[in-house]
């Protein structure tokens, strides 16, 4: 079984800035990609940005300098630090690996979200 939770979420003002964080655990071989979504209230679930495990990323468009993803793979943890945030970045972030638990088994997980509440 593997388990995906992310913690960090909050209120913040807009300009400020939050960190998120999502560990996996339980029966792991290997993490392949990991990364983080967000859904508003409304609107479908969208890609923030997305980490392969050699570290190559990918970013949405309306977070691109604002946002940036890193992983430490000796804790199974990846991180979304979150910058001149924005009261359109108000959303429930959700992270997802893609996650080996054997050799043979590949898997789909997702994390039960976190609350960003950015004000105005």
């Known amino acids: 079984q593997v388990q995906v939770v992310e913690s960090g979420g909050g209120l913040v003002q807009a300009g400020g800035s939050l960190r998120l964080s999502c560990v996996a655990s339980?029966?792991?071989?290997?993490?392949?990609?990991m990364g983080w979504y967000r859904q508003a209230p409304g609107k479908q679930r969208e890609l923030v940005a997305r980490?392969?495990?050699?570290?190559?990323?990918n970013y949405a468009d309306s977070v691109k300098d604002r946002f940036t993803i890193s992983r430490d793979n000796a804790k199974n943890t990846v991180y979304l630090q979150m910058n001149s945030l924005k009261p359109e970045d108000t959303a429930v972030y959700y992270c997802n690996g893609r996650i080996q638990s054997d050799r043979f088994v590949n898997g789909d997980y997702w994390g039960q979200g976190t609350q960003v509440t950015v004000s105005s």
């Open positions: 980490i392969s495990s050699g570290g190559s990323t």
């Open positions: 339980g029966r792991i071989f290997r993490i392949n990609e």
